[in-house]
């Protein structure tokens, strides 16, 4: 069966993994970053995500809701356990250092397979729809995806913030006369 779900899937599906490994491959080497990039990006996924949500269930509160506690939870325990650490600021570039990690890689391809899953059960049951606890389930997990990638935009956020504040307290406002 699942032979045959992977090869009744739309094209486009696998070009979009395509796109997503490679995103996942350039996480794995350290980089310079802006602190838009690195804060608007899971914004945006987040709001993307909750659209999803909203207009994949029939009990959309319900889902969102779910939703919304996985963003809470996965948000707090980014922070709790501190799993962005390693990101420096730069202050010469005005942007983030981010070492390499798989870490986002494997979020990404699990994101990926989550989502997949879901289409395909939704293809296969559209019931599944309406169907309220098919519904929080993938709300919260969805919430959860968007709750770690928030809380690391959170970090980098932070690093930026106190990277840039300590920059102008160490440097000058204006260059000294000769």
């Known amino acids: 069966m699942l032979i045959t779900i992977v090869q009744h899937a739309p094209r486009w599906v696998w070009f979009v993994l395509a796109a997503l490994l490679a995103l996942g491959v350039s996480q794995s080497f350290s980089r310079r970053v ?9 914004i945006a996924l987040a709001a993307v995500s909750s659209y999803g949500v909203v207009m994949t269930f029939a ?4 889902a969102l809701a779910a939703w919304a ?8 325990l980014t922070i709790v356990l501190e799993v962005w650490r390693g990101v420096t600021w730069s202050a010469r570039d ?15 391809v ?25 519904g929080a389930a993938v709300g919260l997990v969805y919430g959860s995806f968007s709750g770690v990638f928030l809380g690391r935009g959170l970090a980098m956020w932070q690093v ?11 440097a000058p406002p204006h260059p000294l006369p000769e």
């Open 59 to 62: 009990q959309a509160w319900l």
């Open 94 to 108: 005005e942007r983030l250092v981010v070492p390499g990690s798989w870490v986002p890689m494997l979020l990404i």
């Open 69 to 76: 506690t996985g963003i809470a939870a996965a948000l707090a």
């Open 110 to 134: 699990a994101r990926f397979a989550v989502k997949f899953g879901v289409g395909a059960s939704l293809a296969l049951g559209p019931s599944l729809a309406h169907d309220p606890g098919f």
């Open 34 to 42: 802006s602190v838009q990039r690195a804060t608007l990006l899971p």
């Open 160 to 170: 930026a913030r106190q990277g840039s504040q300590t920059t102008r307290l160490v």
